[in-house]
């Protein structure tokens, strides 16, 4: 009788405390809508706009039927496949303003501006309120004229953004080629990439965040995204909560007329990036910070990134003009880049910047200020103890080291004239008499940069891709490669 009542006891004790747990778990409302057209406008079809339209409501509008229960984070599911966009369903967006929470799976869609006929222009989607998720989905050819965000502009809410593509996107007289958002909540971008988008006359070739909580991008690539006449080639931070970048890849990204090649923070807690490379990145004549331009307040926090071939007027790679020097900017494989000052790290403080532990191209450390050959830092660079030998951030084209001395054979063709001597039709380089184990590519020239040099001269920086060509074995890091350029049909 004790062990009976003993039990009951218990049971009265523990049961309340069950019944609250169970309460708590209990699932929050959500609708799925499925996109049944690719058409932009198809009377009683479901569309992204009547799907967006019915979210906002709560309601099913004509077309659209919900399965769940509406609530606060309702999906639209797309289907693979372009959707041909050509009018805007409201100034210069495409779809209906979001004001409610809403998740869009695209499963590999295309969401295009530009396919088939010229449209007017317009933005994919602003956020007004309560945030969007977009997975899997590709937006390209997105433009607005004197206006933000050529695909997306969030007024408020957080923006997740995950899987996708934003390709050749434009905001004119605006900020974010791309992305901006000005909202309070924070930008989110995971396995993503962003190529070829453009701010003209503004800041953020890719991205411009003026959010109030930040920016986080993880494991995803910006290239060829340019900021014409303004700072941040592909990314401008302006949040009062900084800007965190993990294991992401910025190339061939262009500030024109301003500073940031790749990427300009401007924030307040500063930047915080690990993992990942910066290379090929540039800014004007008059700009400074190939890589990055740093002008927040809390400064920046740099580890295991790998820094080569970003070009600027002072700070090749990085640019430091934040408020504290603390850093650290360590273990980062920083060599190759190109400038006046500082062709690796230029300080623009009194403060010291903390920058040990990185290698800087050569085992004797930085040039400049520093006692080596390698990348160069300016006065108020702490840059001992550096590394003697390549970090894990290096690539492992940086661990060899070749040097190769060729004695080059005279025959009638005078080599480095730009004239050809033996009339052959071959000139220097081309003819065999100057260089016998000649190998010719054909490049494509996507940018073209010249760049003064301290002391005189002139840097010619250009970026190229090959096209077609004897290309095996050829590794620019080992060999001497020597590039004539000449107009088509013309002289050198």
Same mark, same amino acid.
């Given at each position: 009788?004790?062990?009976?009542?003993?039990?009951?006891?218990?049971?009265?004790?523990?049961?309340?405390?069950?019944?609250?747990?169970?309460?708590?778990?209990?699932?929050?409302?959500?609708?799925?809508?499925?996109?049944?057209?690719?058409?932009?406008?198809?009377?009683?079809?479901?569309?992204?706009?009547?799907?967006?339209?019915?979210?906002?409501?709560?309601?099913?509008?004509?077309?659209?039927?919900?399965?769940?229960?509406?609530?606060?984070?309702?999906?639209?599911?797309?289907?693979?496949?372009?959707?041909?966009?050509?009018?805007?369903?409201?100034?210069?967006?495409?779809?209906?303003?979001?004001?409610?929470?809403?998740?869009?799976?695209?499963?590999?869609?295309?969401?295009?501006?530009?396919?088939?006929?010229?449209?007017?222009?317009?933005?994919?989607?602003?956020? #007004? *309120?309560? @945030? &969007? !998720?977009? =997975?899997?989905?590709?937006?390209? %050819?997105? /433009? $607005?004229?004197?206006?933000?965000? +050529?695909?997306?502009?969030?007024?408020?809410?957080?923006?997740?953004?995950?899987?996708?593509?934003?390709?050749?996107?434009?905001?004119?007289?605006?900020?974010?080629?791309?992305?901006?958002?000005?909202?309070?909540?924070?930008?989110?971008?995971?396995?993503?990439?962003?190529?070829?988008?453009?701010?003209?006359?503004?800041?953020?070739?890719?991205?411009?965040?003026?959010?109030?909580?930040?920016?986080?991008?993880?494991?995803?690539?910006?290239?060829?995204?340019?900021?014409?006449?303004?700072?941040?080639?592909?990314?401008?931070?302006?949040?009062?909560?900084?800007?965190?970048?993990?294991?992401?890849?910025?190339?061939?990204?262009?500030?024109?007329?301003?500073?940031?090649?790749?990427?300009?923070?401007? #924030? *307040?807690? @500063? &930047? !915080?990036? =690990?993992?990942?490379?910066?290379? %090929?990145? /540039? $800014?004007?004549?008059?700009?400074? +910070?190939?890589?990055?331009?740093?002008?927040?307040?809390?400064?920046?926090?740099?580890?295991?990134?790998?820094?080569?071939?970003?070009?600027?007027?002072?700070?090749?790679?990085?640019?430091?003009?934040?408020?504290?020097?603390?850093?650290?900017?360590?273990?980062?494989?920083?060599?190759?880049?190109?400038?006046?000052?500082?062709?690796?790290?230029?300080?623009?403080?009194?403060?010291?910047?903390?920058?040990?532990?990185?290698?800087?191209?050569?085992?004797?450390?930085?040039?400049?200020?520093?006692?080596?050959?390698?990348?160069?830092?300016?006065?108020?660079?702490?840059?001992?103890?550096?590394?003697?030998?390549?970090?894990?951030?290096?690539?492992?084209?940086?661990?060899?080291?070749?040097?190769?001395?060729?004695?080059?054979?005279?025959?009638?063709?005078?080599?480095?004239?730009?004239?050809?001597?033996?009339?052959?039709?071959?000139?220097?380089?081309?003819?065999?008499?100057?260089?016998?184990?000649?190998?010719?590519?054909?490049?494509?020239?996507?940018?073209?940069?010249?760049?003064?040099?301290?002391?005189?001269?002139?840097?010619?920086?250009?970026?190229?891709?090959?096209?077609?060509?004897?290309?095996?074995?050829?590794?620019?890091?080992?060999?001497?490669?020597?590039?004539?350029?000449?107009?088509?049909?013309?002289?050198?």
């Amino acid at each position: 009788m004790t062990r009976t009542s003993s039990a009951r006891g218990c049971l009265r004790t523990v049961l309340p405390s069950c019944l609250v747990i169970l309460l708590s778990t209990a699932a929050v409302d959500a609708a799925t809508i499925t996109v049944n057209t690719q058409n932009q406008v198809d009377p009683g079809q479901c569309t992204i706009a009547v799907a967006i339209a019915s979210m906002n409501a709560g309601a099913d509008q004509t077309g659209c039927t919900h399965t769940g229960t509406y609530g606060t984070s309702d999906t639209i599911v797309l289907a693979a496949g372009t959707y041909v966009l050509t009018a805007a369903d409201n100034g210069s967006n495409a779809f209906p303003f979001i004001n409610r929470q809403i998740t869009i799976n695209g499963n590999g869609a295309t969401l295009s501006r530009t396919v088939g006929n010229m449209a007017p222009f317009f933005r994919f989607f602003e956020v #007004s *309120s309560d @945030g &969007l !998720t977009l =997975n899997n989905v590709t937006l390209t %050819g997105g /433009s $607005v004229p004197s206006s933000n965000g +050529g695909a997306i502009e969030v007024d408020d809410g957080p923006l997740v953004i995950n899987g996708c593509t934003f390709s050749g996107n434009s905001a004119s007289s605006g900020n974010g080629g791309a992305i901006h958002n000005s909202g309070a909540n924070a930008t989110n971008v995971t396995g993503s990439t962003f190529n070829d988008n453009t701010s003209f006359n503004g800041n953020g070739g890719a991205i411009y965040d003026n959010s109030s909580n930040g920016m986080t991008l993880v494991d995803s690539t910006f290239s060829g995204n340019s900021a014409d006449n303004g700072d941040g080639g592909a990314v401008y931070e302006n949040a009062a909560a900084g800007v965190t970048i993990t294991n992401c890849t910025f190339s061939g990204n262009h500030a024109t007329n301003g500073d940031g090649g790749a990427i300009y923070d401007n #924030s *307040s807690a @500063g &930047l !915080t990036f =690990n993992g990942g490379s910066v290379g %090929g990145n /540039s $800014v004007g004549p008059n700009g400074d +910070g190939g890589g990055i331009y740093d002008n927040s307040n809390a400064g920046i926090k740099i580890t295991n990134v790998q820094f080569t071939g970003n070009t600027a007027r002072d700070g090749g790679a990085i640019f430091d003009n934040s408020g504290i020097g603390a850093g650290p900017v360590s273990n980062n494989c920083i060599f190759g880049n190109t400038a006046m000052t500082g062709a690796g790290i230029f300080r623009d403080s009194s403060e010291v910047l903390n920058a040990v532990n990185n290698w800087w191209g050569a085992a004797t450390g930085p040039s400049e200020s520093g006692p080596g050959t390698g990348d160069g830092v300016n006065a108020n660079v702490t840059f001992a103890p550096f590394l003697t030998a390549p970090s894990a951030a290096c690539s492992p084209t940086t661990t060899t080291t070749t040097t190769t001395t060729t004695t080059l054979p005279r025959s009638g063709e005078t080599c480095g004239d730009c004239t050809d001597n033996d009339g052959n039709g071959l000139v220097d380089f081309e003819d065999p008499a100057c260089c016998p184990a000649a190998n010719t590519l054909s490049l494509k020239i996507r940018k073209a940069q010249l760049v003064p040099r301290k002391g005189g001269g002139t840097l010619l920086g250009l970026d190229t891709t090959i096209l077609q060509g004897a290309s095996a074995g050829l590794d620019p890091l080992s060999e001497d490669v020597f590039l004539q350029i000449r107009e088509q049909g013309g002289k050198e």
